[in-house]
């Protein structure tokens, strides 16, 4: 009974909990609250993906208005799949957020930050789920509001610039998509994006559907921060509070890919994206540019956050250059990366937000010896940092492995000449790290004046912040060793992309 | 020829405002300004779709008799969602600026970006 | 899966397990280090078990994870691997015993991560000897050069960090550069990585899927891509390697890690490719020119480097291209002589790290031109060098003598005269830089007196025994251990021979 009104209930809980978070007041409660939120929306995702998996697409109508006239709610493969990681990322976050949000926000605030969060999660989900392009924009500002909003949480002052540079890009990017939807609109009158897949075929050939697909390609890359429209991501990541840039890394970008590949192939059609509009080639190279570029800066930041987020650029290009090749393991690539690479940034972040909470810090300079003080946190930062390079064994070892063959599938060498060399880069900034905690010995005394922390001897996160840590930690691990249900559902999810629908109807 | 520019002549409205936005947006060096810019460059946007809706002799949509034509609704309930979420940004923008404002005592980028230094 | 299957785990989860164990009891040396031997001796125990099956032919396999649809991370016994593991594991106990003498005699830091490592290093390298296919071969292959980087940055000074990142840049690079791709490449070709015997890509070659060009980029892809076998022009970070706790040089940088790189070759040769393979489309030929360049440029430096260890260390680089030129020959002597080399050269080389360790520990001497008259204070140390060089060099009565026979054999077998004289030179080469050194130190008289052993100079009185000043115990008798070993496996070469000619 109930079960046939989960798609509704995935979204709905979290939109509800925002305001109830916010009346708790009490910072403890607001966090309970939070948390229940995350676990329960975490519960439902893989409810969902268990079921599209066995029974294949499902539709839910919202108030009961059928298809195309009301707002559809749509779970396919990678729907499902993207609910997954947003509800689980989220779910991992929150217990890290404790500890974290204690030490880096004013009590009195901490009510609202949790509210923002619930509300991040509503609209993240919310885009995922949605099958109306309208109803997508509103989730996608509903995220984006509340993002902004976060990142200004930030206890460095510069957080609040960032945040306000991220809103004009933002806002900026999301009228773009808005734009677009008009075109389309008044080129289809629907909305549906089913609908719109099905009739925008006969009017293709226009100029106004051309530049609808051009709108909205600018204002996705934006949200994805796709190179060169990156410029939002890396003080956003860096000033923004740990556990918000933990849960960004994990989801946010992760949701741009997904509407990009929606509106891609979904909406416009694989055809007209890669054939009329050669939209691949565009891609292609910028990702390349991206996965270039973004070790490159990276090696140079002694901000440890600030090298995370240019190494969040190249990963953004890698998901990207997925898409690019449009084939079934290209896409297969991408989809698992979205994945694998939601583990990897939330375990460096979350570590990242330990050594904070210790350290007062996250500068090269600070975290010499750190290796004997915070043995687990800088395991797990290593762990992490392995699977980031793509060291068999971990996660990220499977996207590259994925990532090359569907290269080599293509012919196209010089990607995977590409490819080697950035995951040799990442191996420097990384060892940067490894080098600093474990082969200096300790400084004295922490040069940022933080008095609060006795540093003597081992100094070890609290176990709130360790097991979160160490959970993503093994996920790593485990989907580095037994990738088959990765896989399995991405090979899936983009089978589904590239056609072949089935439908079963649910609620209304 | 003239026709289709005089005829289309809302969409000139939504193109010199959507520039007059973007302009305002990217060259003001003042926080306020660039939100005021934003606002306008997401007002030609409301203008876009309601007057994509409007049809010429068209009523409101109500079925009854001697109402052969009604203009679209939707795009004005759309617009709607669109108001809010623009007023919630634009409020959002402002209460940044205020943040910032006590956090660097400046509103100007050149004079923040300094202070940062 | 049969109960006996399941025995393949022990190799792997034993260290692992004495990993965990070292680290619970890093508080406690003697508990500690008791541990080691005790996972030292049980994994020998167990690979010593398994030993008769592949004896008698059989090839137990063993699936751990199906990683992705047709790629899984599996186990299978054959007779190569079976050699590789015994030696390794055997040498691990004898390591052990070195290391608890010269780690505490040493003063060095960071015990329990050393052991720890160690542990992890041994696991991996019976991943590797245990592969299946070459999927898991490649991930056990990072995972040891991963684990025994802390081993080589152990010092933490300024210097065991460059060298740190030399061997990390050069390892992780070759293996992310050429061996991925080339492993990656052979998927999409072949869509599998079983090692097979007679190899799986010969039909691809003769249907003329790919040519004979193109196969020709691909081994060089897997060569080269093999950074641990220490080719030229990637062998820099051996010698770098040296920096770590001799324990380490010894057991690793002489035998595991090393091995794994000539053994990833010879599995890569016998096993993807196919003997027959190589030879038809003369690839190996290339690679043949290459390993003899490594074999004579690396002897000639190793004359030229004073440091004992780096001069050991340019041995090794010569050494190992034995091996590659053995496997490269392709016909049943030069295998068989590779094979045993791999046994052979780690005996040998084993002891003479030991006594470069034991010297250092003893008489603080790391240079070779300091050892002039070690004889008369370390006299078992020194004589221990002296076979260990011999066994090196190939002179009977020692083991290393059958493998240069039959790697010379191979040469001739297969009418490549000109390896056969690559080979004198070589073992010429080896007379040069190894042998002065115990001879200097029986016969030549003390050139200066160091800072370790005033007791030569001071102790007339108490007779030639009191001048004695060897290594604590615990050293002195691993490497006699691994000097009777040499001399052991002259006289019984026959159960490596029979093992390795199983697979020719």
């Keep these: 009974m109930i079960k046939e009104h989960l798609p509704v209930l995935q979204v709905i809980i979290p939109l509800i909990a925002a305001p109830v978070c916010m009346l708790a007041y009490r910072p403890k409660l607001a966090w309970l609250i939070a948390t229940a939120v995350s676990w329960t929306a975490f519960i439902i995702a893989s409810i969902l993906l268990i079921t599209v998996r066995e029974t294949g697409t499902l539709s839910y109508a919202l108030g009961g208005w059928a298809a195309p006239w009301g707002i559809e709610y749509r779970v396919d493969t990678i729907s499902a799949f993207v609910l997954l990681i947003v509800a689980g990322i989220s779910a991992v976050t929150i217990l890290f957020a404790r500890k974290s949000v204690e030490r880096e926000i004013e009590p009195d605030r901490i009510y609202l930050f949790y509210t923002a969060w619930v509300l991040c999660l509503t609209g993240l989900l919310g885009i995922a789920i949605t099958g109306d392009v309208f109803n997508l924009f509103v989730f996608l500002e509903i995220s984006s509001l509340s993002t902004y909003a976060l990142i200004a949480f930030g206890s460095d002052r510069r957080a609040l610039i960032a945040a306000y ?130 070790p490159l800066i990276a090696v140079f930041q002694t901000n440890l956050k600030r090298m995370l987020a240019y190494s969040s650029v190249a990963q953004i290009g890698y998901t990207v250059l997925g898409v690019s090749l449009a084939s079934i393991t290209g896409l297969t690539a991408s989809i698992v990366h979205l994945f694998n690479h939601a583990l990897i940034k939330t375990v460096l972040f979350m570590a990242l937000g330990a050594v904070f909470y210790r350290i007062g810090s996250v500068s090269i300079t600070e975290i010499n010896g750190l290796g004997r003080r915070m043995p687990w946190t800088m395991a797990a930062f290593v762990a992490g940092g392995l699977s980031l390079i793509g060291v068999p064994m ?54 940022t004046g933080v008095t609060d922390t006795v540093i003597k001897g081992r100094e070890e996160a609290p176990l709130g912040m360790l097991i979160p840590i160490w959970a993503l930690v093994a996920a790593n691990i485990y989907f580095g060793l037994d990738a088959s249900l990765t896989t399995g559902v991405a090979r899936q999810a983009a089978e589904t992309l590239l056609g072949g629908l089935s439908l079963t109807v649910w609620g209304g | 020829m003239l026709t289709t520019t005089l005829g289309l002549f809302n969409y000139w409205i939504v193109i010199v405002l959507m520039m007059l936005g973007l302009y305002a947006v990217i060259a003001s060096r003042n926080l306020i300004k660039k939100i005021i810019g934003l606002n306008i460059f997401q007002t030609s946007v409301f203008i876009f779709y309601i007057s994509m809706a409007k049809l010429e002799g068209g009523t409101a949509p109500i079925l009854a008799e001697g109402i052969p034509h009604y203009a679209n609704p939707l795009p004005h309930v759309l617009i709607l969602t669109a108001i809010v979420v623009s007023v919630a940004t634009t409020a959002l923008g402002l209460a940044l600026i205020l943040r910032i404002r006590e956090a660097y005592d400046s509103v100007e980028e050149d004079e923040i970006q300094r202070l940062d230094e | 899966m049969n109960l006996f299957s399941l025995s393949l785990l022990l190799p792997l989860i034993l260290p692992l397990a004495g990993a965990v ?108 000897a245990f ?32 060298a740190g990142r030399v061997y990390l840049g050069l390892l992780l690079g070759t293996s992310f550069a050429f061996q991925l791709v080339a492993i990656l490449w052979t998927w999409t070709l072949a869509g599998t990585l079983d090692f097979e015997p007679g190899g799986i890509l010969r039909d691809h070659v003769s249907q003329g899927i790919i040519s004979h060009g193109a196969i020709g980029v691909l081994f060089a892809l897997y060569i080269f891509g093999i950074g641990k076998a220490a080719l030229m022009p990637f062998h820099r970070w051996l010698p770098a390697a040296m920096v770590a706790p001799t324990p380490v040089s010894a057991l690793l940088h002489a035998v595991a890690v090393v091995k794994a790189g000539v053994f990833t070759v010879l599995k890569v040769s016998v096993y993807l490719f196919g003997t027959d393979l190589l030879t038809e489309t003369g690839i190996s030929q290339w690679i043949m020119y290459m390993a003899a360049a490594t074999i004579l440029i690396g002897s ?50 084993i002891t003479l790290f030991f006594c470069a360790g034991a010297f250092m520990v003893a008489a603080h001497k790391t240079e070779v031109s300091q050892l002039r008259g070690i004889g008369r204070t370390m006299p078992v140390t020194t004589l221990a060098f002296l076979i260990g060089a011999l066994c090196v060099i190939g002179l009977p009565p020692f083991g290393g003598m059958w493998s240069k026979w039959y790697l010379a054999l191979g040469a001739v077998e297969a009418g490549q005269l000109v390896f056969v004289g690559v080979l004198m030179v070589s073992t010429l080469l080896n007379i040069a830089y190894l042998l002065p050194i115990p001879i200097q130190g029986f016969f030549a008289a003390p050139s200066e007196a160091g800072t370790g052993n005033q007791s030569g100079k001071d102790g007339n009185d108490g007779g030639w025994r009191a001048n004695i000043k060897e290594a604590p115990a615990f050293c002195v008798a691993a490497l006699s251990i691994t000097a009777l070993g040499c001399f052991g496996l002259f006289l019984f070469p026959e159960p490596i021979y029979r093992l390795i000619a199983q697979i020719v």
């Design chain 1, 165 to 294: 540079r991220y809103l004009v890009m933002g806002t900026i990017g999301a009228t773009f998509i808005v734009i677009g939807i008009g075109f389309l609109y008044a080129m289809t009158g629907t909305l549906n994006m089913l609908d719109l897949a099905e009739r925008l075929p006969s009017v293709s050939n226009t100029r106004t559907i051309a530049v609808a697909f051009a709108f909205m390609t600018v204002g996705i890359s934006l949200k994805v921060a796709l190179f060169p429209l990156h410029a939002w991501l890396p003080n956003a990541y860096t000033y923004a509070p740990s556990a918000v840039s933990a849960l960004l890394a994990g989801t946010a970008s992760k949701v741009g890919v997904y509407i990009l590949l929606r509106f891609l192939f979904t909406v416009f059609g694989g055809g007209f994206a890669f054939d009329t509009m050669v939209l691949n080639g565009i891609l292609l190279v910028l990702a390349l540019l991206a996965i270039l570029s973004g």
């Design chain 1, 394 to 447: 971990t996660a990220g070892f499977i996207s590259k492995w994925y990532l090359i063959s569907a290269s080599l599938e293509k012919g196209l060498w010089p990607v995977v000449v590409v490819i080697i060399i950035a995951s040799l880069l990442a191996v420097v900034y990384v060892w940067r790290v490894v080098e600093a905690a474990y082969f200096q010995p300790a400084a004295e005394k922490s040069s």
């Design chain 3, 21 to 128: 164990l070292i680290a619970l009891t890093g508080g406690y040396p003697n508990l500690r280090e008791a541990m080691t031997l005790t996972t030292a001796s049980a994994l020998f125990l167990v690979v010593v078990f398994i030993y008769p099956e592949i004896a008698a032919g059989g090839r137990p396999e063993m699936l751990l994870v199906e990683t992705i649809p047709g790629m899984p991370l599996a186990l299978s016994v054959e007779p190569l691997g079976m050699l590789f593991a015994l030696v390794a594991s055997f040498l691990w106990i004898v390591t052990s015993l070195y290391a608890i003498g010269y780690m505490r005699a040493h003063h060095e830091e960071n015990q329990t991560r050393f052991y720890v490592c160690f542990a992890i290093a041994i696991a991996s390298v019976m991943g590797i």
């Design chain 3, 131 to 162: 592969a299946a296919n070459m999927f898991t071969l490649f991930v056990f292959y990072e995972v040891l050069t991963l684990s025994t980087y802390p081993l080589v940055t152990h010092a933490g000074t300024e210097a065991a960090k460059r």
């Design chain 3, 300 to 349: 000639l430096v190793a004359i030229t480097r004073d440091n004992l260890k780096a001069r050991l260390a340019y041995s090794t680089v010569s050494q190992l291209s034995y091996i590659v030129l053995g496997a490269m020959l392709a016909n049943a002597a030069g295998i068989i002589g590779a094979g045993m080399h791999i046994v052979m050269h780690a005996f040998g080389k």
